[in-house]
Nanobody, 114 residues
């Protein structure tokens, strides 16, 4: 059983930054890793994904504000979020994909508020 533990969420003012981290209990080397988010009353949506080769893809709403990265030696994926907006408020979930089973973390709350 793979466990993913997110951290780094919190309360930030509009225009601020946060860095989310997701540590996996096992190796992430051969897997795609990514982040989804879910706001109250809305469907879960893709924020960013990074392939095992380092290729990245982002949700349209990101518009250059977020950067996903990975450190395979630390079994960790990061999401650097800059220029945060009120509408970025959501629970952010890390996932490990590309295998026969997709694993999810428990989520970390990001609240953007003045």
């Amino acid at each position: 059983q793979v466990q993913l533990v997110e951290s780094g969420g919190g309360l930030v003012q509009p225009g601020g930054s946060l860095r989310l981290s997701c540590v996996a209990s096992g190796s992430i080397f051969v897997y795609a890793m990514g982040w989804y988010r879910q706001a109250p009353g809305k469907q879960r949506e893709l924020v960013a994904v990074i392939t095992r080769g380092g290729g990245t893809n982002y949700g349209d709403f990101v518009k250059g504000r977020f950067t996903i990265s990975r450190d395979n030696a630390k079994n960790t994926v990061y999401l650097q979020m800059n220029s945060l907006k009120l509408e970025d408020t959501a629970v952010y979930y890390c996932y490990r994909g590309g295998g026969t089973i997709t694993y999810w973390g428990q989520g970390t709350q990001v609240t953007v508020s003045s």
